[in-house]
């Protein structure tokens, strides 16, 4: 059974500040490795979508990298923005299409 | 092309009271799902239609869940009776069949007293 875990659950950083968000898988048989961004109160919106054979994906500020063989993934942003502030979560998904979710990294970037 | 619509956007019901949430998906999408994110969690899969056949509800409580997608389009999930752990935010997805790329509505925050 596809467990996701994500680290941290909550980071406070200073604005402009780069910084890392981890995920990790526990069955490597995924179709592909997605991350989302959350506002509150509002639905999921896709960030980046990581094929399984790919090894990373960037969009703008934004940098996701998947390797498989360890289970894991990360998200990079760079430059961070009060307006990045959001729930950041991957989801593994199978050859059914089916999403497996972590529980999310909480992201305060500070003015 | 607008989104995938979910209604009401909130509910407060009482515990062994009666709900239910309806989901408009993107026009011709013919996968629907409904997903359960109880607050500080991720979303999980409650149902997965194709079209209006059911192809995984693995992890519906079906002694008080139901859903269905009568005509391949439209949505409805219901909940009888509720309970308090039913307090959660119910998200609805479409997506082209075969696609991998899902596309989720604003949700229906409930709250069960």
């Known amino acids: 059974k596809q467990e996701v875990t994500q680290i941290p659950a909550a980071l406070s950083v200073p604005e402009g500040e780069n910084l890392v968000l981890n995920c990790s898988f526990t069955?490597?048989?995924?179709?592909?490795l997605q991350w989302f961004r959350q506002d509150p109160g509002k639905g999921l919106t896709s960030l980046l979508l990581?094929?399984?054979?790919?090894r990373e994906q960037t969009s703008g500020r934004l940098n996701a990298s998947l390797d498989k063989s360890s289970g894991r993934s990360t998200l990079y942003i760079a430059a961070s923005q009060p307006g990045d502030s959001a729930t950041y979560l991957c989801?593994?998904?199978?050859?059914?299409?089916?999403?497996?979710f972590g529980s999310g990294t909480r992201l305060l970037v500070r003015p | 092309e607008a989104g995938v619509a979910q209604s009401p956007r909130y509910k407060i019901i009482e515990k062994r009271q009666s709900v239910a949430f309806w989901c408009n998906p993107i026009?011709?999408?013919?996968?629907l799902y409904w997903y359960q994110q109880i607050l500080g969690q991720g979303p999980k899969l409650l149902i997965q239609?194709?079209?209006?056949?059911?192809?995984?509800d693995s992890q519906l409580p079906k002694d008080r869940f139901s859903a269905e997608r009568l005509k391949g389009v439209d949505s409805t999930l219901k909940i009888q009776p509720a309970k308090l752990e039913d307090s959660a935010v119910y998200l609805c997805?479409?997506?082209?069949?075969?696609?991998?790329?899902?596309?989720f509505g604003p949700g229906t925050r409930l709250l069960v007293l």
């Open positions: 997805a479409s997506s082209l069949e075969g696609q991998e790329t899902q596309y």
């Open positions: 069955d490597s048989a995924i179709y592909n």
């Open positions: 990581i094929q399984s054979s790919q």
């Open positions: 989801a593994a998904q199978d050859s059914s299409y089916k999403l497996i």
């Open positions: 026009s011709g999408h013919a996968t």
């Open positions: 239609f194709q079209n209006n056949g059911v192809v995984d």
